[in-house]
């Protein structure tokens, strides 16, 4: 099953690069560019993807290990995921248009970026840092009562203290940069 997972991930990691490639079409270096094109399609698409994903490894027993024949693979789906939702998030908020966007679907994004903490805390390092980077960036853009109780009650399902930590201090950063902001 472990191979079938492998492969999997394989083909998740190219309909990805097919979602960039659509919205990143200069293929702009997405940690220092926002990407230009952002519509409510890519936010539908993104959380299909992540739920093909999260349903795929949900009843493996190791499915949050790095150590399985398919974490490698996992982590770079993960990764450009985060990737390009925190760029997308950045060009929504630069734009101020993020009331455009269905309130549905991105509740559907901050539930995934909550759901895949759990791996993001035991990989660590690039990883932990780019769920992080895409969870506040979506809550700071479509910020609401709302999506940070969503994030709370996520947490009260976890048993890891690493990833409650994870989401503790995403809504923490998040909040301290509205104060500044206002």
Known sequence: M?????EY?????????????????KGENLHFEAISKVDD?????????????????????????NKTAYAHRMF???YDYFLIISSASISV??????????????HGIIQDLADISEFSVI???DLYFRNREA?????????SDELIDLVRKKKKTIKSK????????????????RSKMA
Request: net charge negative; hydrophobic share 30%; aromatic share 14%.
């Open 76 to 78: 770079y789906f993960w």
């Open 2 to 6: 472990t191979q079938r997972i492998a």
């Open 135 to 143: 969870l506040g960036n979506a809550l700071l853009t479509f910020y």
């Open 9 to 25: 991930f394989d083909e998740l990691n190219e309909q990805l690069r097919r979602i960039e490639k659509k919205y990143n079409p």
């Open 93 to 106: 908020q630069e734009s101020g248009s993020s009331g455009d966007y269905s309130k549905k679907t991105i």
């Open 123 to 125: 990989v660590s390092g």
């Open 162 to 177: 690493s990833a409650k930590g994870f989401l503790d201090g995403t809504i923490e950063s998040v909040e301290e940069i």
């Open 41 to 65: 399609q890519l936010f539908y698409d993104l959380p299909q993807l992540s739920g093909k994903a999260i349903e795929i490894i949900k009843d493996e027993p190791d499915h949050y290990s």
